[in-house]
């Protein structure tokens, strides 16, 4: 039986953030199978983000034994975010201008 999808505390500012930077956002936690948290394009580019609430203690900040089989299995970055100002600083990294 699925777990009801569960967002970390900080993904709606992040969001909010990654769109009002211009990114597109496709939130992704009810895909399950340790599938990252969002889909971001920006710049016709595609990359991905696991969100983490930094203020949860540092074990719940872990990825999960899914979360870090699906990572393994990517042959692209999967990005770890934990604030709104660390996912945009991170457009100008992942695709600069």
């Known amino acids: ?19 009002k930077a211009g990114a597109a956002v496709t ?8 599938v990252s948290d969002l889909l971001v394009s920006w710049r016709q ?3 991905l983000l696991e969100v983490k609430n930094p203020l949860k203690p540092k ?8 979360q870090k089989r699906w990572v393994g299995a990517q042959h ?4 770890i975010v934990y604030s ?12 600069p201008q």
């Open 59 to 66: 074990a719940d900040q872990d990825l999960t034994p899914d």
């Open 45 to 47: 580019r595609w990359f």
């Open 1 to 19: 039986m699925r777990r009801a999808a569960r967002i970390d505390e900080n993904q709606p500012e992040i969001i909010h953030a990654l769109r």
């Open 84 to 95: 709104a100002e660390e996912a945009v600083g991170l457009l100008s990294i992942v695709v």
């Open 27 to 34: 939130p992704l936690h009810r895909v399950g199978g340790g």
């Open 76 to 79: 692209a970055p999967v990005h």
